[in-house]
T-cell receptor
Framework: TQLLEQSPQFLSIQEGENLTVYCNSSSVFSSLQWYRQEPGEGPVLLVT?????EVKKLKRLTFQFGDARKDSSLHITAAQPGDTGLYLC???????????FGTGTRLTVIP | DTGVSQDPRHKITKRGQNVTFRCDPI?????LYWYRQTLGQGPEFLTY????????KSRLLSDRFSAERPKGSFSTLEIQRTEQGDSAMYLCASSGTSGYSYNEQFFGPGTRLTVL
């Protein structure tokens, strides 16, 4: 069983549509991060959420941390082709010095 | 450019050869990480340095892998006697501790290794 389950695994939508991707776990985390990775590049940090129920906005992207700090969602409004990429959630496991990543959601926005 | 840099970006080698990758972290960051990412997966942790000390290694890091960070600046990851299963993207990341509350890591562009 994956520590972090991301869904959907693949998502292909038309430009202008809205979408939500999810990152779920049965474990509680002190913080959770979202990264976007483009083909052939390293992941780029988008946001860190810390407080249960927290909502953070980054332009057309809205991130929410679940009340129990076990899950998170990323909502994109009016998707654009530039949003295409692999969206990864990651957590800093207690007592560890490394991040644990989910398997990601691969988003394609069609012009 | 003040981000994390990695060299080379691509490496093609034959099975059994040794390869070495270099990572230059963000200059004020004292923590450095190596991850491996295979197709369709998220990055998987390999090893972690705080300054020049290698403090943690994953079980993924077999005895064919060795990493160093002399003087606590750049780091190298060497793979000896490469196998086809070593083909992956090798990512380096760095993070700071002073003034940082969370382990926000900044990644380099990666080195894509192909073992033929």
């Amino acid at each position: 069983t994956q520590l972090l389950e991301q869904s959907p695994q693949f998502l292909s939508i038309q430009e202008g549509e809205n979408l939500t991707v999810y990152c779920n776990s049965s474990s509680v985390f002190s913080s959770l991060q979202w990264y976007r990775q483009e083909p052939g590049e390293g992941p780029v940090l988008l946001v860190t959420v810390v407080t249960g129920g927290e909502v953070k906005k980054l332009k057309r992207l809205t991130f929410q941390f679940g009340d129990a700090r076990k899950d998170s969602s990323l909502h994109i409004t009016a998707a654009q082709p530039g949003d295409t990429g692999l969206y990864l959630c990651a957590v800093d496991q207690t007592g560890a010095n490394n991040l644990f990543f989910g398997t990601g959601t691969r988003l394609t926005v069609i012009p | 450019d003040t981000g994390v840099s990695q060299d080379p970006r691509h490496k093609i080698t034959k099975r059994g050869q040794n390869v070495t990758f270099r990572c230059d972290p963000i200059s004020e960051h004292n923590r450095l990480y190596w991850y491996r990412q295979t197709l369709g997966q998220g990055p998987e942790f390999l090893t972690y340095f705080q300054n020049e000390a290698q403090l943690e290694k994953s079980r993924l890091l077999s005895d064919r892998f060795s990493a160093e960070r002399p003087k606590g600046s750049f780091s190298t990851l060497e793979i000896q006697r490469t196998e086809q299963g070593d083909s992956a993207m090798y990512l380096c990341a760095s993070s700071g501790t002073s003034g940082y509350s969370y382990n926000e890591q900044f990644f380099g562009p990666g080195t894509r290794l192909t073992v033929l």
